[in-house]
């Protein structure tokens, strides 16, 4: 079955860099989530989008942004890059907006120099 | 403010034991249960979950048991295995919205 694809899978910049981190639902998902998650740490949920709008918005920095294309992929998108951003990044997806399970890309794991 | 507490943080277990990981949670709205195992360098990957009308839910070795009116739930792996060894999040949301994880435990199954 398809997953959700993230790209890259790794991701190396330096501080105040950008970086841009792709997802791809799975098929006829038209949900996408994003969550941040540290070493050792819980994924933290960062911003979400249903049919190509912003859905929730959680504790993600001003320095960063996302959408949700027409193809229902997502890019986030972080600027001015700091050292605390080193961490894994996950997309989730899922068919519908409410009591529907979220399927989780394996990640992009972004490290700042 | 942990809105999702998650226990044991780690957990060693021997083959063909049973494995129980215990969560808690505050949020009374709170109306889907999920539970995910993470491998190494891998995204989380939905196991079980439950909804509050429900006392417990079993899919083959793994079953999920929820107590309402504690607000708590576990997640029982039965005649656990090497290959189940990872970490385990259990996590709770309102109508499919973010996920709220715990802090997740690490399971360790000895052969």
């Known amino acids: 079955a398809a997953g959700v694809i993230q790209s890259p899978r790794h991701l190396i910049k330096e501080k105040r860099e950008t970086a841009t981190l792709k997802c791809y639902p799975i098929?006829?998902?038209?949900?996408v989530y994003w969550y941040q998650q540290g070493p050792g740490q819980d994924p933290q949920f960062l911003i979400s989008?249903?049919?190509?709008?912003?859905?929730d918005k959680g504790s993600i920095p001003d320095r960063f942004s996302a959408q949700q294309f027409s193809d229902y992929h997502s890019e986030l998108n972080m600027s001015s890059l700091e050292l605390g951003d080193s961490a894994l990044y996950f997309c989730a997806s899922s068919r519908g907006h409410s009591d529907q399970p979220q399927h989780f890309g394996d990640g992009t794991r972004l490290s700042i120099l | 403010q942990q809105q999702v507490k998650q226990s044991p943080q780690s957990l060693i277990v021997q083959k063909g034991g049973i494995s129980i990981i215990n969560c808690a949670y505050e949020?009374?709205?709170?109306?889907?249960f999920p539970w995910y195992q993470q491998f190494p360098g891998k995204g989380p990957a939905l196991l079980i979950a439950i909804r509050p009308d429900v006392s417990e839910k079993k899919e083959g070795r793994f079953t999920i048991s929820f107590n309402k009116s504690a607000k708590q739930f576990s997640l029982h792996i039965m005649d656990s295995q090497p290959g189940d060894s990872a970490t385990y999040f259990c996590?709770?949301?309102?109508?499919?919205?973010?996920?709220?994880f715990g802090e997740g435990t690490q399971l360790t199954v000895n052969p």
């Open positions: 996590a709770a949301t309102t109508s499919g919205s973010r996920l709220t």
């Open positions: 098929p006829r998902h038209d949900t």
């Open positions: 949020n009374t709205a709170f109306d889907y």
């Open positions: 989008f249903y049919e190509k709008m912003q859905s």
